[in-house]
């Protein structure tokens, strides 16, 4: 019997994968930067999903609080905004959102989209 996957299951199998990430970043948000409980954001996640939270913080009028966050802390490699562009995750994305999330890293002096700190970076800040 052959096996046929639908645009839906790979759309949902994505979904799912996101949410797991976007989860993953809070984990390692609180492990790399102590000072820092995003709290609300894994509110968000838990409640919401991770593509559905993604789009709000996105399509919010302002910076998000945590994006201001974590760039205090040197630490935008943890944000949605990088998250998003990243692919496959890129792929649940309309154009706009992702132009919006290379603005708002553009915006705090993220130059270096998706490039990878040193964890210690993170660490000695309080």
């Not at 949902?12 to 994968?17: D, G, L, V």
């Amino acid at each position: 019997m052959p096996f046929h996957v639908t645009f839906a299951q790979v759309s949902e199998n994505i979904e799912s994968a996101f949410r797991e990430e976007m989860l993953d970043l809070y984990g390692r948000t609180r492990s790399e930067c102590p000072s820092y409980n995003p709290t609300r954001f894994k509110q968000m996640v838990d409640k919401d999903g991770g593509v559905e939270t993604a789009r709000r913080l996105l399509h919010s009028p302002k910076y998000p609080e945590g994006l201001t966050k974590l760039w205090e802390l040197g630490s935008l490699d943890l944000s949605v905004e990088d998250l998003v562009l990243k692919d496959p995750c890129n792929n649940l994305f309309t154009e706009q959102e992702l132009r919006t999330a290379r603005e708002c890293l553009k915006a705090f002096g993220s130059l270096e989209l998706g490039s990878r700190r040193a964890k210690s970076e993170c660490l000695t800040q309080t």
